[in-house]
T-cell receptor, first 112, second 113 residues
Framework: NAGVTQTPKFRILKIGQSMTLQCAQD?????MYWYRQDPGMGLKLIYY???????DKGEVPNGYNVSRSTTEDFPLRLELAAPSQTSVYFC???????????FGEGSWLTVV | DAKTTQPNSMESNEEEPVHLPCNHS???????IHWYRQLPSQGPEYVIH???SNVNNRMASLAIAEDRKSSTLILHRATLRDAAVYYC??????????????FGTGTRLQVTL
């Protein structure tokens, strides 16, 4: 059971570089989410999607972009990486907005 | 989403029951109470949820106050593998858009031998 798969698990970026965090789910869930978690803090929602072709901003969207061309994939793009984007990123999915949310294992990103 | 208040940390001995409290005095009638936990270096995982009645599953029990302004997650016999951060979250499932989880800092549970 793959569930929610995130890649890469670890990445070091230089300031100003760009990269894409990949997220895929094999549960045919309509809803997908990207969260970030800073050390010792709770999770903050970056972007979410309620279905293919539909995305919306969460609490902390600045510096990020997303797309949802298929039900399965929800990549998160970081443009012009900054040290403030050093964090752990979690992708998640749920069947609908009110159901249990399933999280990936996280992607540790360091910007130096 | 309405706010929740949890203690920052709690300790328990292994094999003993643990009661993790959560206050949510501004809860609305359509808010479900959800609990997630996050083991070290992992993503959060669902534990249990309920609306008004107490709920039991293989992981835990959820006791909800009659006025719904507080709830308690009960781990019947804590093990070392239960050491995690536990998040109490309210979700309004009647909203037309995605019902987004809002995570606070949760309760860090330490379990000792």
């Amino acid at each position: 059971n793959a569930g929610v798969t995130q890649t890469p698990k670890f990445r070091i970026l230089k300031i100003g570089q760009s990269m894409t965090l990949q997220c895929a789910q094999d549960m045919n869930h309509n809803y997908m989410y990207w969260y970030r978690q800073d050390p010792g803090m709770g999770l903050k929602l970056i972007y979410y999607s309620v279905g293919a072709g539909i995305t919306d901003k969460g609490e902390v969207p600045n510096g990020y972009n997303v797309s949802r061309s298929t039900t399965e994939d929800f990549p998160l793009r970081l443009e012009l990486a900054a040290p403030s984007q050093t964090s752990v990123y979690f992708c998640a999915s749920s069947p609908t907005g009110g159901n249990t949310i399933y999280f990936g294992e996280g992607s540790w990103l360091t910007v130096v | 989403d309405a706010k929740t208040t949890q203690p920052n940390s709690m300790e328990s001995n292994e094999e003993e029951p643990v009661h993790l409290p959560c206050n949510h005095s501004t809860i609305s009638g359509t808010d479900y109470i959800h609990w997630y936990r996050q083991l070290p270096s992992q993503g959060p995982e669902y534990v249990i949820h309920g609306l008004t009645s107490n709920v039991n599953n293989r992981m835990a029990s959820l006791a909800i106050a009659e006025d719904r302004k507080s709830s308690t997650l009960i781990l019947h016999r804590a093990t070392l593998r239960d050491a995690a951060v536990y998040y109490c979250i309210l979700r309004d499932v009647t909203t037309g858009t995605a019902s987004k989880l809002t995570f606070g800092t949760g309760t860090r549970l330490q379990v000792t031998l």
